[in-house]
């Protein structure tokens, strides 16, 4: 038996994923809550025989009973607002917004520790880009210092985004370290207007300290690649991992060397372009823990 | 005899980006010590990516800038200290603590379409009591009309001053005109321009920009800066003083601050050699050339290439890591080639 589930928040993220959730086998997704009438979420909601409803949160609260697992893709201020009323009756949430009220969770990394989390957050699109390559070094050699470049196409990038862009650098940095297993984390955001718009892209440079394998960490880098390929599809390196001889004088420490990761996402274009590789990898996220979230319950359950 | 202009010298932010982020505690103590004695109402320093560029994908600082910060304000005697912030890599933090640590003016710079990112910077800077300078890079990708929308963001968050940036040196005299006479007739507030000499227009530009009747200008001290350099400030004075725009800055010992102390610590600076004029001609962000020369080196192929290329990718400032990866492709392209014969 599926896990009923729900979706507040029918804008472009929600209704992204509301494409993929239809097409799990252990989410039954029923319901897309928004708070406008006329949104065009909510009428494509109603046109998958979902129930789209204008009446927001209020709506789902009144429907608890009918549903176990919460999608928020609202904004971190609404999240915020939302999440006590979430767990006065019990729902469990996949938190897309920067809210970071739960615990933070990167599929391939740190899922299975947080599976009974009352509420689990998505970080950001640049962290769940660049936190595997960053843990799949770390699970080989130290990393004293892990640093991302993240640019996304200024198209893709909301209004939220653009008002809280230090909200993104600090939540991705700090990701870097307790997701990721680096001892000191920076992000860097960039937005490009090129057009016809960009992939995103990302770069990930680690520290690495004297004495690494080269072969070990290039090999964990290609086995994160393939792992989140799983899961986001259009996820690769657009080129092996790049080795550069220091010394470099990191906040970490002097490191001897560096490795360089050089990512491409392009996005399944469920609801979004294919450029927008950055919300995809959101919503491919979201859904995977929240179908690691469903066969746990169900586990329990049986 | 009042100034026709404000004067903001760049050297220990831009320049920092031809040394490659190297500054010493000393050099700021006697390029400020000149400067302010000289007259330059505003010196700025930071990394050259601005606050918190300390990183792998710009170059770290060599000394933290907070203290490179504290000692510029504490040699100015009547010199405001501005900081430099680009949302994205600096944080507000950042800002608090160059406040903190003397900095009385907030430049905050977004790429020229990117305007809305700047807003809880500028507002932040205006509660801590700054003054606050908006600052559009690579103005020249975009049309006045459209500069002019995105300047007039910034004013409505509350800049004091909003810059025509000509961060590639891509400018022609006609492209500085244009803009800054677009934002003088639609902002309020005041309008700057910041020249770069790759195509050797910086301050034939800036000039023009005077004739538009620019609020503002930068320079570096011999010019120097990203990219083949920026308006040297020397020379810009000198040029106006002659043009009739009084500088309130005293040419002579400004002259002497360019040789005596900031000439020795790159004495090449000035010359325009192909990979600096390459930017101007492919529109390519300045502080691109030194990482770019890197990468030609490490994988053996020609910083022309990889700047021409990054200027058909139509990358921003910032984008410093699509050097390594058009590094990487020219490598492979170049390897395949060869081996088709």
Same mark, same amino acid.
């Given at each position: 038996m599926s896990v009923p589930c729900a979706i507040v928040g029918s804008g472009n993220i929600g209704t992204d994923l509301m494409f993929k959730l239809l097409r799990s086998d252990v989410l039954d997704l029923r319901a897309v809550v928004g708070i406008d009438p006329d949104s065009e979420g909510l009428a494509l909601a109603r046109r998958h025989g979902l129930v789209g409803t204008p009446d927001g949160v209020d709506w789902l609260i009144d429907h608890a009973d009918e549903f176990e697992l919460v999608f928020e893709a609202t904004s971190a201020w609404v999240h915020r607002r939302h999440a006590p009323r979430y767990e006065e009756v019990g729902l469990r949430?996949?938190?897309?917004?920067?809210?970071?009220?739960?615990?933070?969770?990167?599929?391939?990394?740190?899922?299975?520790?947080?599976?009974?989390?009352?509420?689990?957050?998505?970080?950001? !699109? %640049?962290?769940?880009?660049?936190?595997?390559?960053? $843990?799949?070094?770390?699970?080989?050699?130290?990393?004293?210092?892990?640093?991302?470049? +993240?640019?996304?196409? +200024?198209?893709?990038? %909301?209004? *939220?985004?653009?008002?809280?862009?230090?909200?993104?650098?600090?939540?991705? +940095?700090? !990701?870097?370290?307790?997701?990721? %297993?680096?001892?000191? %984390?920076? $992000?860097?955001?960039?937005?490009?207007?090129?057009?016809?718009?960009?992939?995103?892209?990302?770069?990930?440079? !680690? $520290?690495?300290?004297? *004495?690494?394998d080269e072969a070990a960490v290039a090999e964990a880098i290609l086995r994160a690649e393939k792992a989140v390929r799983e899961y986001v599809p259009g996820y690769r390196l657009t080129a092996e991992p790049v080795f550069d001889e220091g010394p470099f004088a990191t906040p970490g420490g002097p490191a001897a060397a560096r490795v360089v990761a050089l990512i491409e996402v392009e996005g399944a274009a469920d609801f979004f372009p294919p450029y927008a590789g950055n919300l995809d990898i959101m919503t491919a996220a979201a859904t995977r823990v929240g179908e690691a979230m469903a066969e746990r319950l169900q586990e329990v359950r049986a | 005899m009042t100034a026709a202009f404000r004067l903001t010298d760049s050297t220990l932010r831009d320049g920092s980006h031809a040394l490659a982020h190297r500054f010493r505690i000393e050099d700021v103590r006697a390029v400020v010590r000149g400067l302010d004695a000289a007259g330059v109402p505003v010196i700025e320093?930071?990394?050259? &990516?601005?606050?918190?560029?300390?990183?792998?994908?710009?170059?770290?600082?060599?000394? &933290?800038?907070?203290?490179?910060i504290r000692v510029a304000a504490e040699e100015a005697q009547h010199a405001k200290i501005a900081v430099l912030l680009l949302p994205g890599i600096g944080i507000k933090e950042d800002l608090v603590r160059a406040r903190e640590a003397g900095a009385s003016v907030a430049r905050i710079a977004t790429h020229c379409t990117e305007a809305d990112i700047s807003q809880q910077h500028i507002e932040l800077?205006? =509660?801590?009591?700054?003054?606050?300078?908006?600052?559009?890079?690579?103005?020249?990708?975009?049309?006045?009309?459209?500069?002019?929308?995105?300047?007039?963001?910034? =004013?409505?968050?509350g800049a004091d001053c909003v810059y025509v940036v000509d961060s590639a040196g891509a400018m022609t005299i006609d492209d500085a005109r244009r803009r800054v006479a677009t934002l003088k007739a639609r902002l309020d507030c005041a309008v700057g321009i910041h020249a770069h000499n790759n195509l050797s227009l910086a301050v034939a530009n800036s000039l023009a920009a005077l004739e538009e009747g620019v609020d503002q200008v930068d320079g570096c001290t011999t010019g120097l800066g990203a990219g083949a350099g920026n308006c040297p400030t =020397? #020379?810009?004075?000198?040029?106006?003083?002659?043009?009739?725009?009084?500088?309130?800055?005293?040419?002579?010992? #400004? /002259?002497?601050?360019? &040789?005596? #102390? /900031?000439?020795p610590l790159k004495p090449?600076?000035?010359?325009? &050699?192909?990979?600096?004029?390459?930017?101007?001609?492919?529109? /390519?962000?300045?502080?691109?050339?030194?990482?770019?020369?890197?990468?030609?080196?490490?994988?053996?192929?020609?910083?022309? =290439?990889?700047?021409?290329?990054?200027?058909?990718?139509? #990358?921003?400032?910032g984008q410093e890591d699509m050097i390594i990866d058009v590094a990487v492709e020219l490598e492979r392209r170049a390897a395949e080639a060869q081996a088709a014969g």
């Open positions: 949430v996949v938190d897309l917004t920067p809210a970071k009220l739960g615990p933070p969770v990167v599929p391939i990394v740190n899922l299975d520790e947080h599976l009974d989390a009352p509420n689990v957050n998505m970080i950001t !699109c %640049g962290g769940q880009a660049t936190t595997p390559i960053v $843990a799949a070094v770390a699970s080989v050699v130290d990393v004293p210092y892990a640093e991302i470049v +993240s640019t996304v196409a +200024s198209k893709s990038a %909301g209004p *939220g985004t653009r008002q809280n862009i230090d909200e993104f650098t600090k939540t991705t +940095s700090s !990701c870097l370290v307790e997701v990721g %297993g680096a001892r000191h %984390g920076k $992000a860097i955001m960039i937005l490009n207007p090129a057009e016809p718009p960009i992939l995103m892209r990302n770069t990930v440079f !680690c $520290a690495l300290p004297d *004495g690494y | 320093v930071s990394h050259g &990516d601005g606050l918190g560029g300390s990183s792998f994908n710009y170059g770290f600082s060599a000394t &933290d800038e907070m203290e490179l800077a205006k =509660e801590l009591g700054m003054e606050a300078v908006g600052f559009l890079m690579m103005s020249h990708m975009i049309e006045p009309d459209h500069l002019a929308e995105e300047a007039a963001k910034m =004013e409505s968050y =020397e #020379v810009l004075v000198a040029a106006c003083e002659r043009s009739g725009y009084a500088t309130g800055v005293d040419p002579m010992r #400004v /002259v002497e601050v360019a &040789d005596e #102390v /900031v000439r090449d600076q000035g010359v325009i &050699d192909g990979d600096g004029l390459m930017l101007g001609y492919a529109g /390519v962000y300045g502080s691109f050339l030194l990482h770019a020369r890197r990468a030609a080196e490490r994988f053996g192929i020609d910083t022309k =290439e990889i700047l021409l290329e990054l200027g058909r990718r139509k #990358v921003v400032g």
